[in-house]
């Protein structure tokens, strides 16, 4: 990794300049994760007096759970449905104020704010939205034939934590796709024009092919959010149910760990995300050594 | 342009007038909420107009809060989060401007090692060794304070790595020249690295605040006791409650407050926010 | 004021397989400009940077005055820096610029004033004190970074291809003004460029470096009438020297040769050289064909085949001669104008 071609002379200097960094790293980082390594091989008894080893047999334990199964394609529903609601809608946003010139800082203005909201707010809001009771959405859902209650019903339950996860993700999305699409050169959609071919056909062979690099970055950031920053939402919403069906790994990991005290079963738990994390990253590295090649 | 067709414009403008609709209307339909008088929400269906208590519910979040719901006045809790948003974006930028220093313009032993110490970063979010931490946490003493609530967070490998990114594009002259008048690293720091930092500093002031300001899990896990519970969080308690005892005009000013701050922060630095959200992702 | 005295310098970068500078010694008078000169990676910016204190010394002894400098950091060595991109700090004002050196050294400000607006007379920058880099063109840029360097009354100057950020008009305008300067101030000056017509006109001596060695010291007029090696007898001078076999020379001669040494298999030819007409002092002929004609202005170039030698001559004659392409002639070398090399040592041989 490249330095300056001449550098300050070394001594002590450089190492005071990173240990802050470094030391809480080590201290809230490599430590604790280092712990979850140690601890998901290890089961403890009730009362945490006594830990023994155990091998692999929390994660076999894991995979034989139907719990834990059902919360891995809960989360895998969750993911996929977020990412594609999302970049789908900031997509449209995008094509559409990249057509104006003088209101579109105006528009960006308008769809930008939402990141601001954290995923529990936005949870709360669309909770509250819904609310079989008073909701005003489901009001209009009842008129329609409709009858939702997402205290009772698996499918609500997950369309409303989509809805309200990918609300918050549309800003992110709409922002990248918007400069994604300033950076079309103009002339080559002006040559298509010139070869005849419609608005419509245009942006599908011209421009969309053009976005896909940050297509893709899009859903790999989309799909790492979906899976670990939407916790507030589920917690602060429907708390994983009815019936497990919003009890996506992150919310399992917790409940499990923190409320239930199983510790070793709940340590294997973090390690398969962290195994998720780290394919996720290197994908997301990946992609943007081949951007900087272009 | 290639066309201009006024029928196009006029069905661009639609669209994205209902879309703002869309994406505005859960913060309209909560702000009409916040305003409603108690036993609104008993039956029927949420008002869309504005009620006359809007006053008087922000007042009672602010000082009072919801007794009844375990949640202490918001005031508090805004100034908790506050506390840990300015002290998670200050320190992580304080930290990774010093790291990405030392990595940019000194060649000592164990660098790259260090290098990749911080990038590891990135691949443990709290949420995947949330057990462990919280341990850590508890043997430091630092359950229930600011310090556990900002500390443990002001890592950061993006920081770091904007700084680095930007630092490389510096030319390699001005710390030449800065060397032959006399500088030595910390004054070069100082007088040149930080004043041509500043946009980017405050891009990063301005991504870092939302993040955490919005924090959920971490305050979730190291505050127990309610002076330190921090906004956002406290709502979940609110929102809880609210499922049996329907104060929901309460609930919505305390959900209007704290997702105010933030907002007003992209609003008002729009450019430096989408200069902030872009860079970091390179 | 000083002396700048390099004794077998020589720097090896780290995993490196050959020296980049190679056990170079050079004493620099006081009040000298020396121009260190060579195509790109011969090692005349690394030399320039060692003496600077940018780049470690691998061995060998510098002296700047008497003080052996080796380990010193470049502030504390008295010296100055022009670089190429100028390495203005793009967030100070001119006059921070100029004084931050100054300021740093910890002169009182009435001094730091009083240098600054004396510089900033002499450049003819005062005008633009108030103003940011970004604000100033290429060559106010220029000014203020010999300005940066005036301020500090150093030791030495050192330039690092000053120059050549610079358009070709304004380039001409302040190599001129860079030689008044230092000829008002008498500081010892240490310059590096690739361009040889600036290190023929700057120079009070110019060092020739290639692949990290000197290949010749001396005054302008020496290194160009005299060069010691068939590389500076090429690199010196544009259109650069011919090259011609001497057996070849010998066989169209017709006896009109000049003692040469038996080494001596190269003869080395100045465009300038090639008469088109018989001179009066003894010369020697050489027929050869006009393969391109090129006005340039007040001179012409010729393009010339000589029959069996696979690269043409060069030669540049005064105005427009009316020549025909294609057509025969009969070139003419004064003797004094040979310059005779062994091809195998590469050095001038009498």
């Known amino acids: 990794m490249q330095t300056k071609r001449s550098t300050f002379p070394a001594g002590w200097l450089p190492y005071a300049l990173v240990a802050p960094q470094l030391v809480i790293t080590l201290i809230f980082f490599i430590w604790p994760a280092g712990q979850a390594l140690v601890q998901s091989v290890q089961r403890q008894d009730p009362f945490g007096f006594r830990t023994t080893f155990v091998g692999l047999d929390n994660f076999s334990r894991l995979f034989a759970d139907p719990l834990y199964m059902n919360a891995l394609s809960v989360t895998f529903v969750f993911a996929v449905g977020t990412t594609l609601l999302s970049m789908s809608v900031a997509l449209l946003f995008a094509v559409m104020v990249n057509k104006l010139i003088r209101s579109r800082d105006g528009y960006t203005t308008l769809l930008v704010w939402p990141y601001a909201v954290a995923p529990a707010i936005a949870g709360v809001l669309w909770w509250f939205i819904f609310n079989p009771t008073i909701g005003i959405l489901p009001y209009i859902l009842d008129m329609l034939g409709y009858d939702w209650n997402h205290r009772t019903s698996s499918t609500d339950a997950m369309i409303l934590v989509i809805i309200a996860a990918a609300w918050k993700q549309i800003s992110y999305n709409f922002i990248f796709f918007l400069a994604g699409l300033q950076s079309v050169p103009h002339s080559l959609i002006e040559a298509a024009a010139i070869d005849g071919a419609s608005p419509m056909k245009r942006f599908w062979t011209i421009v969309f092919p053009l976005l896909s690099p940050i297509t893709f970055f899009l859903m790999v950031i989309n799909i790492v959010y979906a899976m670990f920053d939407t916790f507030g939402i589920i917690h602060a919403t429907t708390q994983g149910g009815p019936a497990q069906a919003t009890n996506i790994l992150v919310f399992k990991v917790y409940m499990d760990g923190f409320i239930g005290q199983n510790i070793g079963y709940a340590a294997a738990q973090s390690v398969v995300l962290m195994a998720i994390v780290i394919v996720l990253t290197v994908i997301q590295f990946r992609y943007i050594e081949r951007k900087v090649q272009y | ?282 | 004021m000083a002396t700048i005295t390099m004794d077998t310098l020589e720097k090896t970068y780290p995993g490196a397989a050959e020296p980049a500078v190679k056990g170079i010694s050079l004493d620099i008078a006081d009040g000298e400009l020396i121009v260190l000169v060579g195509p790109s990676g011969c090692g005349k910016s690394t030399l320039l940077r060692m003496v600077a204190g940018l780049e470690t010394i691998t061995s060998g002894t510098l002296r700047i005055g008497e003080r052996v400098v080796n380990r010193l950091e470049p502030a504390d060595r008295d010296i100055a820096m022009v670089f190429q991109n100028y390495a203005l700090y793009p967030h100070m004002t001119v006059y921070n610029n100029l004084a931050y050196g100054l300021k740093n050294r910890r002169f009182p400000k009435a001094e730091i004033e009083r240098r600054v607006q004396e510089a900033a007379r002499i450049l003819e920058i005062d005008a633009f004190l108030g103003r940011k880099p970004r604000q100033l063109s290429g060559g106010q840029r220029q000014r203020v970074a010999m300005g940066r360097a005036i301020v500090r009354e150093p030791a030495a100057f050192l330039f690092d291809e000053p120059l050549s950020n610079l358009d070709a008009k304004l380039r001409v305008q302040m190599r001129v003004e860079i030689r008044r300067l230092q000829r008002r101030l008498r500081t010892t000056s240490l310059y590096v460029t690739h361009d040889q017509l600036e290190a023929l006109t700057l120079a009070d001596r110019l060092v020739v470096l290639n692949a990290g060695q000197v290949e010749q010291i001396g005054t302008p007029s020496v290194v160009y009438d005299r060069p010691e090696t068939l590389f500076v007898a090429t690199f010196i001078g544009s259109p650069s020297m011919n090259l011609v076999p001497t057996d070849f020379v010998r066989s169209h001669a017709n006896g009109h040769m000049p003692p040469l040494s038996d080494r001596a298999d190269i003869i080395g030819i100045r465009p300038d050289s090639l008469l088109l007409a018989e001179p009066p002092e003894p010369a020697t002929p050489l027929p050869a064909t006009l393969e391109l004609f090129e006005p340039a202005g007040d001179v012409s170039h010729l393009y010339l085949r000589l029959e069996t030698l696979p690269e043409p001559l060069t030669a540049r004659v005064q105005g427009r001669p009316s020549l025909e392409e294609g057509a025969p002639l009969t070139l003419w070398v004064r003797h004094g104008e040979f310059h005779p090399f062994e091809k195998e040592t590469g050095r001038r041989v009498e």
């Open chain 2, 1 to 282: 342009m290639v066309e201009n067709r006024p029928f196009q414009t006029f069905l661009t403008h639609l669209i994205l007038i209902l879309g703002v609709a869309v994406v505005v209307f859960p913060v309209y339909v909560a702000f009409i909420a916040s305003t409603q008088a108690p036993g609104t929400f008993l039956r029927g269906v949420i008002p869309m107009t504005p009620g006359a208590h809007m006053v008087e519910n922000y007042s009672a979040m602010l000082g009072t809060g919801l007794r009844r719901a375990g949640a202490p006045p918001i005031a508090g809790q805004m100034f908790n989060s506050l506390v840990m948003a300015l002290g998670i974006t200050i320190g992580k930028i304080a930290i990774s401007l010093l790291s990405a220093f030392a990595i940019v313009y000194f060649r000592f032993p164990f660098r790259i090692f260090f290098f990749w110490v911080i990038f590891m970063t990135l691949m443990l979010p709290v949420e995947v060794r949330i057990f462990p931490t919280y341990q850590v946490i508890v043997d430091l003493g630092m359950l229930n304070s600011y310090a556990g609530l900002t500390i443990p967070l002001i890592a950061s490998a993006t920081a770091t790595f904007l700084f680095r990114q930007f630092f490389m594009t510096i030319p390699e002259e001005l710390m030449e020249a800065a060397r032959v008048d006399g500088a030595g690293p910390m004054k070069f720091f100082k007088d040149i690295m930080l004043p041509l930092s500043i946009t980017n500093i405050a891009a990063l002031f301005v991504i870092m605040f939302i993040y955490g300001w919005n924090q959920y899990l971490w305050p979730l896990l190291i505050t127990t006791d309610t002076d330190y519970f921090t906004v956002v969080m406290g709502i979940q308690r609110m929102a809880n409650a609210a499922e049996t005892d329907p104060q929901w005009q309460l609930v919505m000013a305390a959900v209007v407050l704290a997702a105010l701050p933030p907002v007003l922060v992209i609003l008002f630095m729009q450019r430096l926010f989408v200069k902030g959200l872009t860079e970091t992702e390179k």
